[in-house]
């Protein structure tokens, strides 16, 4: 009998830190040195998030900024691939703070389901994958393996504004 209550109590116990190792996504923001923003309204007529059961799925998010900026430029002859990879990485920004604005908290993403990359790029230009990776990557810096998805990249020949990066994605959540 003691056996037995010793096997439950260490069962309870694991399970105990199992739930006190969760992953506070606010805090690997601060880690990171990311600041969220209040993200802009939409600039024509749809809405910047739907939900759909335990889906959420996001609007085209570009580059922006907190003061409102883009990162423009055609990648390939405004811009380097790394300048590209940069700007990505800002869109991944733009949409983590849609993602806290319509979650109230990114604790509540379970995982990064699908992400659809355009790269605004000349016709010659064929490191679109080489770009997403700016977003790809902060996604798993921030969310581990919860951040891994499966994804497109693709070039384009323009994107609104000049934009240099156009990503949407789809996210589970709680």
């Known amino acids: 009998m003691k056996?037995?209550?010793?096997?439950?109590?260490?069962i309870s116990f694991s399970f105990l830190t199992v739930?006190?190792?969760?992953?506070?996504?606010?805090?690997?923001?601060?880690?990171?040195?990311?600041?969220?923003?209040?993200?802009?309204?939409p600039i024509a007529n749809y809405v910047k998030a739907v939900r759909v059961?335990?889906?959420?799925?996001?609007?085209?998010?570009?580059?922006?900024?907190?003061?409102?900026?883009?990162i423009t430029g055609k990648v390939g002859a405004d811009m380097t691939t790394e300048?590209?990879?940069?700007?990505?990485?800002?869109?991944?920004?733009?949409?983590?703070?849609?993602?806290?604005?319509?979650l109230g908290?990114?604790?509540k993403v379970k995982r990064i389901v699908k992400v659809l990359g355009m790269v605004n790029c000349t016709d010659t230009f064929t490191d679109q994958p080489k770009v997403i990776n700016g977003f790809s990557d902060l996604m798993v810096a921030v969310f581990g393996e919860?951040?891994?998805?499966?994804?497109?990249?693709?070039?384009?020949?323009?994107?609104?504004?000049n934009i240099a990066v156009e990503i949407e994605i789809i996210v589970e959540v709680q």
């Open 19 to 41: 739930a006190q190792q969760k992953t506070d996504f606010d805090k690997k923001l601060k880690e990171l040195n990311i600041e969220l923003f209040a993200p802009s309204k």
């Open 83 to 102: 300048q590209g990879y940069e700007a990505a990485r800002q869109t991944g920004v733009s949409i983590l703070s849609t993602l806290k604005a319509e």
């Open 146 to 161: 919860k951040g891994k998805h499966a994804r497109s990249a693709v070039g384009m020949n323009s994107l609104p504004s």
């Open 3 to 10: 056996r037995l209550a010793l096997s439950l109590a260490l």
């Open 53 to 70: 059961g335990n889906l959420l799925y996001l609007s085209g998010h570009g580059p922006g900024k907190a003061d409102g900026t883009n």
């Open 105 to 107: 908290d990114l604790n």
